[in-house]
């Protein structure tokens, strides 16, 4: 039978009665003729009260403390295994059999990065042997293990990215990926009323739009399925039941269209380093697993941005880095504004529309052939998203 691989988000999951329907759709695919794989997350906001938890604990011994990355990856992989050993007591409660399985189990073999691991490799052997026995797989999504047979994280998002892995293993029919929004749109609907729903997006324009900020897919995610040539679908999760006729938003290697979109990212930080201790910030970043975006180097510094999601502890991780930098001048409080698509940061009446739209104050832009950014005070950012979709 056809592998089909299903991941479901965490609002999909995030309590008994969604879990259930979930299971209802699941022994819905199975028994129309489907072998099914499903990558789960943790439930609801499991993994936001974790790491809550977590800097709760490093605050014990005195302030400042940031939880070490390697436990952080121990107690944020147990939101995702609770979701899926549930789900596999739902599924057999309707009589279909099936086996929950951790992200070691499945054979998810990454580096040795802790909090943001990236997958090097996928070895689905126990994952084939459950199939051919008739069962349906459920794997806890976000995690892995590194060569080193250490517990890792994906980075958030990063069941994603287990889905489209497995997907490509597994040499899967399809992979669908059910979240609370029906696809991707050309801008957040909850902030932009009349943002447009994209039915279909090429994967470059997807990456580039995940990585600026864009929540609905992972881009890590999209980076896979690229490599892979895997087709994604994008659902919401409510519209199961229409068997693929609501809204959706299916990305692969060519979609044909001129795709735009603009793309918020609350949560940033900026980064100006003079060039004398430009060795310091990047030791520093080294040894916290930073990963620093969008750099340019003016007037004798480095101005870089930092994504503070992918930060366990931002506040204490920052002033961490101040401490070890000579020089550095960290702002924060400010966000990005993206116009994404291909040309709009190369093509000069793109660059001129979306100057007319961000206005003439931020604090820095870049530009790549797919993208036109700019950093922002966060108070500034709706107003931006705004001009910006209106000259869609």
Known sequence: MAIVVQKYGGSSVADLEKLSKVADWVVATKRAGHSVVVVVSAMGKTTDELLSLAQRAA?????GNSPPRRELDMLLSVGERTSMALLSIAVQARGEPA???TGSQSGIITNDRHFDARIIEVRPHRIEDELYHGKIVIVAGYQGMSYRR??????RGGSDTTAVALSAALSAERCEIYSDVDGVYSADPRSVPDAR????????????????????????AVEWAKRQNIAILARKTEDYATR???????????????????????HLALLSCPARALASLFAAAEASELLLRDGVYVDGALRATLALSAVPSAAATLRSL??????????????????????AGAE?????RFAQSVGERPLLTFTSPLRATAILPQSELGAAEAALHAQL
């Open 348 to 352: 000069p009446l793109e660059l001129a």
């Open 197 to 220: 729903h994209l039915p279909e997006l090429d994967f470059a324009t997807m990456q580039e739009m995940a990585e600026s900020g864009a929540k609905v897919l992972h881009a890590r």
């Open 322 to 343: 101040a401490e070890r930098v000579p020089g550095l001048e960290i702002t924060t409080g400010v966000g990005s504004v993206s116009w994404v698509g291909v040309g």
């Open 244 to 266: 693929g006729e609501g809204l959706q938003t299916r990305v692969h290697a060519s979609s044909g269209t001129q795709a735009r979109a603009v793309v918020v990212d609350r």
């Open 99 to 101: 086996v929950s399985l």
């Open 150 to 155: 250490e517990i890792t994280t994906l980075g």
């Open 59 to 63: 605050e014990t011994g005195g302030g």
